[in-house]
């Protein structure tokens, strides 16, 4: 998870006067470089072993697919931020019922995982609010729901579980490695990438989740007539994936004219949807049938 690393030496911390006279041995000219940069190596390796640590024992790992990490361009930034008292409680009592960590290690069952539900698979959900409202309505879908936000997490489970849907779970970890090794071919019924982070500058664009490559991973995954359901109120971002999608081989346009199809009823207003809305923006919704 991302924070900033620990500073060891606090400005003002040192508070010699010019008047002081040392009294140990001469200093070396190197020793200073030196000791900066023990210092620092020292404040990263505590930051590092900050980031491996669980929040909660037994519930989302802090990197689940340590030993799988790669250096590659990530489409999300892991953050820690706080988490209430009831989304801990929600984690530490249903993490080890519905949760799972994206580890790399497995090819998950999903039919045991889901008790035979035809399952769609949820990329980035935010605090849970519209995955948990979907799973409520449609109860004969399961909804795998991927994010690294450990609040979203603890709360998607609280309302899902308030809701009586037993119909969810949560993965926690990157959706790149769930997608290339731990789903087998055509066990989804589909994929929902609802208002992803834009990266609105053009230096960012490469870190945009909906790429050929991406959709590359997608495809094998999911069912024939499959619906791949991608939604974002970042009109530049909408045409890149109306271009992304209508490009690949693999899936066709849902909607008549071959542009953007509209919103869904069964897809409830999110909260960055609404977001957008009061800024002004609109809100295109693409369905992509998987050929």
């Known amino acids: 998870m991302s924070e900033q690393p620990l500073n060891p030496t606090p400005a003002g911390s040192h508070d010699a006067t010019a008047d002081e006279t040392p009294t140990g041995p001469a200093r070396t000219g190197s020793t200073a470089p030196d000791e900066a940069a023990a210092l620092r ?36 930034q892991p953050r820690r931020s706080r988490v209430t008292t009831g989304q801990q409680e929600s984690l530490e009592r249903l993490w080890p019922k519905w949760g799972l960590d994206i580890d790399g290690q497995r090819v ?10 035809p399952v769609v698979l949820e990329i980035g959900f935010g ?6 409202q979907m799973a409520a309505d449609d109860p004969g879908t399961g909804i795998l729901a991927v994010d690294v936000h450990t609040p979203g997490q603890g709360n998607l ?79 530049p971002y909408a045409e890149q994936m109306l271009e992304v999608l209508t490009a690949h081989p693999r899936f066709e346009n849902t909607a008549a004219d071959g542009g953007y199809a509209p919103r869904p009823a069964f897809r409830p207003l999110t909260r960055f949807e609404g977001q957008g809305l009061d800024k002004g923006h609109v809100v295109h919704d693409l369905l992509f049938a998987r050929v």
């Open 41 to 76: 190596a020292a404040s990263f390796e505590r930051a590092r072993r900050l980031r491996m640590e669980p929040r909660f024992p037994g519930g989302p790992a802090a990197d689940p697919a340590g030993s799988h990490h790669e250096r590659r361009i990530r489409s999300f």
């Open 157 to 235: 489970l609280g309302l899902a579980d308030k809701a009586g849907s037993t119909n969810v779970r949560v993965a926690n970890g990157d959706a790149v490695i769930l997608l290339r090794e731990m789903l087998a071919p055509e066990s989804l019924d589909g994929l929902r990438v609802f208002f992803p982070d834009p990266w609105p500058k053009a230096r960012h664009h490469k870190r945009r989740l909906i790429q050929p490559a991406f959709l590359d991973l997608v495809a094998p995954v999911l069912r024939p007539g499959a619906i791949v359901h991608c939604a974002t109120d970042w009109e």
């Open 127 to 132: 605090m849970g609010e519209a995955t948990a």
């Open 108 to 117: 998950l069952d999903l039919a045991e995982l889901f008790d035979g539900l």
